[in-house]
């Protein structure tokens, strides 16, 4: 059974940095994508952060400049460096993962639990 378990989230003043760890467990042939994504109240759940296994990463537009995505694959973890942090990016972040759990087999995706960042003075 494929875990994902994530850390880093907490209370963070405006223009403050935050980092954000999401490591994986269990049965893992590969792991493909990996990302993040978060929900603000009231709002829908948005992409914000995503990486291939080839490194090749995306952001949504509000965050390019700030946050970074990153992998260590040896370690089956993704990070999210989300610098310069403004009220609006408080939310639940929830990272994902792509993962193939035997050789051969289609990916399935998995959830973090989610972690609350909050930005506020």
């Known amino acids: 059974q494929v875990q994902l378990v994530e850390s880093g989230g907490g209370l963070v003043q405006p223009g403050g940095a935050m980092r954000l760890s999401c490591a994986a467990s269990?049965?893992?042939?590969?792991?493909?994508?990996m990302g993040w994504y978060r929900q603000a109240p009231g709002k829908q759940r948005e992409l914000v952060a995503k990486i291939t296994l080839s490194d090749i990463t995306s952001y949504e537009d509000s965050v390019k400049g700030r946050f970074t995505i990153s992998r260590d694959n040896a370690r089956n973890t993704v990070f999210l460096q989300m610098n310069s942090l403004k009220p609006e990016d408080a939310a639940v972040y929830y990272c994902?993962?792509?993962?193939?759990?035997?050789?051969?087999?289609?990916?399935?995706?998995?959830w973090g639990q989610g972690t609350q960042v909050t930005v506020s003075s």
């Open positions: 994902y993962a792509d993962i193939s759990e035997q050789i051969g087999s289609s990916s399935i995706t998995y």
């Open positions: 269990g049965s893992i042939f590969g792991i493909w994508s």
